[in-house]
């Protein structure tokens, strides 16, 4: 069973585009994550949720909006596809205080 | 502005020999640190943590090792063994001054290679 599960695993789309990443775990975490890792390797946190409620909000462009319909799925919408946008998102959870479990990983490539 | 930084990008040992990662950090606010596994194409897991109280933590065959006046970290894999090969990300975070959800600033990840 896969604790933390994202799909699509691969994502090509076209500039200008409009598309949804979707997470989902199954550990019973209260809080979920999205972060994004970059052409330089860098995983960075975009945003986070706790009990369906934004904790964090990193400097991320208007046209990411995450979703957390429940505590168990944190989805992420991105409008207005651009090049810059390429990268790999890791959708993550944890309990409060703990490690978090990372997903797989989505590789996003606009073109 | 790199919080957490991996100045060496790999690192290749033979098997059975210690394996040293290093990382340094910037910010003297961070308090929790630890260190993340990742194999090709799937997420990084969580492998073994510290927190700023302590200078060792050690779990089997994993330890790691902070030293708070110099803002730097090591992780010590011994034995080292072909399946350690994978990407290691240190990780911090400055968990007291934060409260509830974690923020961790990553460093850039240092590729491990063990041969046999």
């Known amino acids: 069973d896969t604790a933390v599960s994202q799909t699509p695993k691969y994502l090509v789309t076209q500039m200008g585009n409009d598309k949804s990443i979707k997470c989902e775990q199954n550990?019973?975490?209260?809080?979920m994550y999205w972060y994004k890792q970059d052409s330089k390797k860098f995983l960075k946190i975009m945003f986070s949720y706790n009990n369906k409620e934004l904790i964090i909000n990193e400097t991320v462009p208007n046209r990411f909006s995450p979703k957390s319909p429940d505590k168990a799925h944190l989805n992420l919408h991105i409008n207005s596809l651009e090049l810059g946008d390429s990268a790999v998102y890791f959708c993550?959870?944890?309990?409060?205080?703990?490690?978090?479990?990372f997903g797989n990983g989505t590789r996003l490539t606009v073109t | 502005d790199q919080q957490v930084k991996q100045n060496s990008p790999s690192l290749s040992v033979q098997e059975g020999r210690i394996s040293i990662l290093n990382c340094d950090y910037t910010?003297?606010?961070?308090?929790?640190f630890l260190w993340y596994k990742k194999y090709p194409a799937e997420g990084p897991t969580f492998l073994i943590s510290?927190?700023?109280?302590?200078d060792k933590n050690e779990d089997g065959r994993f330890t790691v090792f902070l030293n708070k006046s110099a803002k730097h970290l090591s992780l010590h894999i011994v034995p080292s063994q072909p399946g350690d090969s994978a990407v290691y990300f240190c990780?911090?975070?400055?968990?007291?001054?934060?409260?509830?959800?974690?923020?961790?600033?990553f460093g850039k990840g240092m590729k491990l290679t063990v041969n046999p």
């Open positions: 990780a911090a975070s400055a968990k007291l001054a934060q409260g509830g959800s974690e923020k961790l600033v």
């Open positions: 510290i927190s700023s109280i302590k």
């Open positions: 550990l019973g975490h209260d809080t």
């Open positions: 910010n003297s606010m961070f308090d929790y």
């Open positions: 993550a959870s944890s309990l409060l205080l703990s490690p978090l479990h």
